[in-house]
């Protein structure tokens, strides 16, 4: 998972347009579609949505249906850092939960939140498959494990502090 | 010629294998090949560097730190090996390794699962070779039959029948998915399979591929996986590079081609007809068989579904035979069985065992057991769908029918171990809130059902359990397993199962007595001031915010049972540990 550098919206829907014809305009890609349509904006715009639909002949409410069953799937802009929080059984019995309190508290956000600054989004998921890391969190695409409340606010304080070092 | 092997899985990475590498890396000057290599299921002891000399094992170094990279280099460069003795694995590791039975795992860990000619090297796609060129479509799925390999997913159904099934669907377009949705928290064996092996899984579905007659081959990954669908996408168009893929496949009349497409998180998928309809773009919900996949499935056409395990026991099974698959193992289940050993276990990690095997002998055995001072409580097995099993229980034997008989289930393979420090009911209820959120709401039962349940489960943690509670969750539970459509439903309360039927007392105590014998459940919770060892410091006393510790004149300091709000602030603050988590009730004075 890359940082995200949103395109405006005209200029990422031109690029939709190309990606759509790879997928020729298929609606059996759907599911491919908006993944690669999140990559692009960082998350699913409205319009974007509206866009697949109309390209695709779908019907709008089949490709918001589809956006919204999926937990990968965003339909608000996501922070410049985000956060999984693993919830699987492993970190589940390694004690998540007080690790998942002092994110919460240190952020100001609840699961599914993005700080104000737009630096950090805070998901939970069901499992990363880092069991014997646990409890375990990825941040764009890195693993941290064995965690402890403080070791996981420290993760972020590091990330914040390197954020505001010109 | 000496070599590093750096295991590069995801935990390897994450426990810095990417740093050893690098370091190793600035240092390659001293004449030393470096390679990368998957996961050797020893989770635990990651990072882990094997070094080798002209081919052959010399030192296998644990554990490693970027700090270790220059004596790891001397070494390699002189062959004086005892100079990174302090950091090989100690013979009670090695021999977790020397007692297990690998098929599926054997290249993990070993292979290099960037670079085909490694593959090649090891005979790999030799098996594939030979059913293409020499075989009949049936006379594989003869030595299938023979080897008695079933669905390494969880349902444990006999391979060669969805094959054969598919092999004799009509219709000229044919489907092979390989399903490597492995949604069950604590599972991770299908994880590593893709990430340190990948060409295996190919050979596998290639030679599935071939026995159906299906020309498309789909591996359907979780998004949640990055590496494994980077590291399957580059396998794929290796193998389509060499010609064992596409037209012509092998040298043979046969044409097949293969795509990689990734989930996008929904537990539900992992159900064969959802994860069709995922793939169909549409919403991944699972609609009734019949018809089947093998008759009516993606696209309308005979599908052929597997899980990524069951594909990585295939080539072995051509190359040595069926009847040698079938000598591993139990009467009926035969071969062996990946498990991934989580929790509190001493040594996590995958283990791949004969079928027949003891519980015990994995999770003791090979696990070393619980790796806190507690005692074993239970070892969570099957995932959601599955149960939690007491220390009497250790003695069944892996084995798809043995383990049904328990109320768990064999599942994908995920073992999670518990200590006696966790409570069944929220263990339960953890369970519950899965499914219930992962439920994908086309069927009543399961939509509202699980509901209900965590909705019991939750007022008995509250401490507001009622009378009947326990009859009513065994009401639900049959009522659910017998009107859910799929095997999500079906299997949902399970975990609520096992509890009932092994960890009674203890959801009764949670209801009658309201109280949480492993101390976890927070409105159940006892504090309480040991007389003996409190020294009247009064430091509790400025922690407490709703000032509930009072002075009992001529005593020390007690708790006010009826106003403490159970927030734990005053543990860490007595210095002499006096204050403490009641299990049973206030003891009188």
Avoid at chain 2, 33 to 38: A, F, Y
Avoid at chain 2, 53 to 70: M, N, S, T
Avoid at chain 2, 225 to 245: C, K, N, T
Wanted: proline share 5%; hydrophobic share 40%.
């Amino acid at each position: 998972m890359s940082e995200c550098r949103a395109p405006t919206l005209e200029s990422g829907l031109t690029r939709l347009d190309e990606m759509l014809r790879e997928y020729d305009c298929d609606s059996d890609n759907l599911v491919a579609i908006l993944q690669r349509t999140q990559e692009l904006f960082g998350y699913l715009p409205e319009e974007a949505l509206t866009h697949i639909a109309a390209a695709t002949g779908c019907p709008a409410s089949a490709v918001f249906g589809v956006s919204t069953f999926y937990s990968q799937f965003r339909t608000t802009p996501v922070g410049k850092y985000l956060i999984l929080l693993c919830k699987g059984t492993a970190c589940y019995v390694s004690g998540v939960n007080p690790i998942e309190s002092a994110l919460q508290n240190y952020l100001g956000v609840p699961d599914g939140g993005t700080t104000e600054d737009g630096l950090f989004t805070l998901e939970n998921v069901a499992c990363i498959g880092c069991c014997c890391l646990a409890p375990a969190m990825m941040i764009n695409g890195r693993t941290y494990g064995h965690l402890t409340p403080n070791y996981a606010v420290s993760v972020l304080k590091e990330l914040r502090a390197r954020e505001e070092t010109p | 010629m000496r070599t590093a092997a750096v295991g590069q899985g995801s935990c390897g990475l994450a426990a810095g294998a990417g740093e050893v590498y690098a370091a190793l890396e600035q240092l390659q000057g001293g004449g030393f090949r470096l390679r990368t290599v998957g996961c050797l299921g020893m989770c635990y002891l990651e990072p882990i560097v094997d070094l080798y000399e002209d081919g052959v094992l010399a030192r296998r170094l644990v554990r490693v730190k970027p700090d270790d990279a220059p004596a790891i280099a001397n070494a390699l460069t002189s062959g004086r090996w005892e100079e990174v003795n302090r950091l090989a694995i100690s013979q009670e590791d090695e021999a977790v390794l020397a007692g297990q039975t690998r098929i599926a795992l054997r290249g993990c860990g070993l292979v290099d699962p960037t670079d085909i000619d490694d593959y090649i090297a090891r005979g790999g796609y030799e098996a594939a070779r030979h059913a293409l060129t020499a075989l009949t479509p049936e006379q594989v799925i003869a030595e299938v039959k023979a080897s008695g390999l079933a669905g390494r997913g969880g349902a444990g159904f006999p391979t060669w029948r969805k094959w054969d099934g598919a092999r004799a669907a009509s219709g000229d377009v044919k489907y092979l998915i390989c399903n490597g949705d492995e949604g069950d928290p604590g599972a991770f064996m299908d994880r590593a399979l893709l990430e340190s092996d990948p060409h295996r899984v190919i050979e596998g579905m290639l030679i599935g591929a071939y026995a159906t007659g299906a020309a498309e081959l789909i591996v359907y990954i979780r998004a949640e996986y990055p590496l494994a669908v980077s590291r399957l996408r580059q396998a794929a168009e290796q193998a389509q590079a060499q010609g064992f893929l596409g037209p012509h496949a092998m040298g043979s009349e046969f044409s097949c081609r293969i795509r990689v497409r990734t989930g996008a998180g929904a537990f539900v998928c992992g159900e064969e007809t959802a994860l069709i309809a995922s793939l169909e773009g549409r919403r991944g919900m699972p609609s009734l068989r019949p018809p089947y996949p093998v008759q009516q499935g993606y696209k309308g056409k005979p599908t052929c579904i597997n899980n990524v395990e069951t594909f990585a026991n295939i080539p072995w099974i051509l190359q040595n035979g069926g009847a040698a698959f079938a000598a591993i193992g139990t009467e009926h289940s035969k071969g062996t069985k990946v498990f991934a050993l989580a929790g509190q276990v001493r040594r996590g990690g995958l283990v791949e065992v004969p079928m027949g095997t003891s519980l015990r002998e994995v999770i003791f055995g090979l696990g070393g057991g619980v790796r806190t001072r507690a005692a074993f409580k239970a070892v969570q097995m099957g995932g959601p769908s599955g149960g939690c099993l007491p220390e009497s229980m250790l003695d069944t034997p892996i084995d798809y029918q043995a383990l049904a008989a328990t109320g768990a289930m064999m599942g994908s393979g995920g073992m999670v171990v518990m200590d006696d420090s966790t409570c069944m009911v929220e263990m339960a209820r953890f369970f519950l809130r899965f499914t219930a959120a992962e439920s994908c709401g086309k069927c009543v039962p399961c939509r509202i059902g699980t509901r209900r349940a965590e909705e019991i489960l939750t007022r008995i943690i509250d401490g507001q359990g009622r009378e009947g509670d326990v009859e009513l969750l065994e009401e639900l539970s049959a009522a659910v397993q017998d009107g859910a459509l799929c095997g999500l439903g079906r299997t949902a309360l399970n975990p609520v199962l096992t509890t009932l039927r092994y960890f009674r007392d203890e959801l009764v105590a949670h209801v009658r007595d309201k109280s949480c014998p492993a101390g976890q459940c927070v409105a159940l919770r006892t504090y309480y001031i040991i007389p003996k060892l409190c020294r009247n410091c009064r430091l509790c006393l400025k922690s407490c915010p709703v000032n509930c510790i009072i002075r009992v004149p001529g005593k020390t300091f007690i708790i006010d049972q009826d106003a403490c709000i159970k927030c734990d602030a005053c543990i860490p603050f007595c210095p002499f540990d006096a204050i403490v988590v009641l299990k049973e009730g206030v003891p009188d004075a």
